[in-house]
């Protein structure tokens, strides 16, 4: 877990009680509808830890960050506990953004009872989270909520893993993260 906007995590038991133990959440602690988010890439040091901060950023720029519930994750588990990619780190200091969160990996099924919108950045997310029982109603690629991309396929909007590239695909996927938090921010109405 990072040190993002976080809900707070229910009480848990000690040692091993925890692998036999599914807590149901309390009806008081369900989010209000739409309110929570949980971006998901790969490996949670690139794309989403950006979309997580692009997103509080835009919403504090709206004055309704206290709406919102932010979070995210990856689908792998290599980088948890470390920062964001420093190119990551550089291209949203460079924009006046911070990026909070500490890399974690996806806590199924717990992740889709806490957040209401499951957001994947490519199909590939997408598919492993549906593979772990995210519900489908509720998982939607980031950039179908960007309104200029509205009728195109998913082929066509995935938001592309930058880790193995430059600098300027950072930008790039910068880009397109702002406007598909945007695009997400009207959505739900604010
Ligand atoms: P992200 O990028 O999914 O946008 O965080 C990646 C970061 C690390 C790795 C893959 C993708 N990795 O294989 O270590």
Known sequence: MGGGVRADPAPQPAGDDILNHISPIPHST?????????????????????????????????????????????????????????????????NGVELPSLARTLDAPRDFERFHWIIPMDRQNKADLLDAGAPKDR??????????????????????????????????????ISDACEGMLAELGT
Request: charged share 25%.
């Open 30 to 94: 369900v989010p209000d509808p739409k309110s929570s988010i949980l971006f998901v890439c790969l490996g949670n040091i690139c794309r989403s830890p950006l979309a997580e901060g692009i997103f509080l950023h835009a919403a504090r720029q709206r004055s309704v960050a206290d709406r919102f519930t932010v979070d995210s994750c990856g689908t792998g588990g290599w980088h948890v506990g470390e920062r964001p990619d420093k190119r990551a780190r550089a291209v949203a200091k460079k």
């Open 139 to 176: 998982t939607r690629l980031f950039r179908s909520f960007d309104p200029a991309l509205a009728s195109a396929p998913e082929s066509d909007i995935e938001v592309p893993d930058p880790y193995w590239g430059g600098d300027d695909g950072f930008d790039q996927v910068f880009r397109m």
